[in-house]
């Protein structure tokens, strides 16, 4: 069955540090891939998708996420955490099927 | 714009009560969904709707029915609930459900619980 597999249920970084949040989908076909940001008592909104244009794709807020076709990932990487980052995210993946499959999401910890 | 709202925020239910969540769109999307999200499990598609008039099961549409009264709005409705439908409901809508990279729109989410 297609998937999508977020490692890490719990990141924290300090305030500063690089966020790296992972995600990897199981197809031989790439599908859509997105990014989603859930702040508490809220519903998703969208950080980036990738289409097949770019690889590296730029979302808001400075996020930004990387397709890797050989290593099935996209992961998220923000260089600088902000305390406004702390939030759960979640990686989903629209499949050829019209199936969006959604990650378990991380939770993301920004200390000061 | 107000997106998409959904009606109840919080909810608490005996078993075997029935209820309707509501939601609507004020985005002219054609497709809508019913998630539901709990903890460690991401959201699952309970139920989606490609277009007016249509609707169709998901990964987990047992002890559920939807309607889509129109193209703005799309309800999901426990018949008899049960403690194992305790979760965060989240209504999305895109604006066409075979167009892969067309994002989803959600709502705020219906926190109910059963008791």
């Known amino acids: 069955a297609q998937s999508v597999t977020q490692l890490g249920s719990h990141v924290s970084v300090s305030e500063g540090a690089l966020v790296l949040l992972r995600c990897n989908y199981s197809s031989s076909v790439p599908p859509y891939l997105f990014w989603y940001v859930q702040y508490p008592n809220q519903g998703l909104q969208l950080l980036l998708k990738?289409?097949?244009?770019?690889?590296l794709v730029k979302g808001i807020n400075g996020f930004e996420a990387e397709f890797k076709k050989s290593e099935t990932s996209f992961h998220l990487t923000k260089p600088s955490a902000h305390m406004s980052d702390a939030a759960e995210y979640f990686c989903a993946a629209h499949y050829n099927n019209n199936d969006m499959r959604f990650g378990a999401g991380t939770r993301l910890t920004v200390k000061p | 714009n107000a997106g998409v709202t959904q009606t109840p925020k919080f909810q608490v239910l005996k078993t075997g009560q029935s209820m309707t969540l509501q939601c609507a769109q004020d985005m002219n999307h054609n497709s809508m969904y019913w998630y539901r999200q709990d903890p460690g499990m991401g959201l699952r598609l309970i139920y989606y709707?490609?277009?007016?008039?249509?609707?169709d099961k998901g990964e987990v549409p047992n002890g559920y029915n939807v309607s889509r009264l129109n193209k703005r709005e799309f309800s999901l409705r426990l018949e008899s609930a049960a403690p194992s439908q305790t979760s965060v409901y989240f209504c999305a809508s895109s604006e066409r459900r075979g167009a892969r990279n067309s994002p989803l729109h959600f709502g705020n989410g219906t926190r109910l619980t059963v008791t």
């Open positions: 990738y289409t097949s244009a770019a690889t």
């Open positions: 709707s490609a277009s007016e008039g249509t609707t």
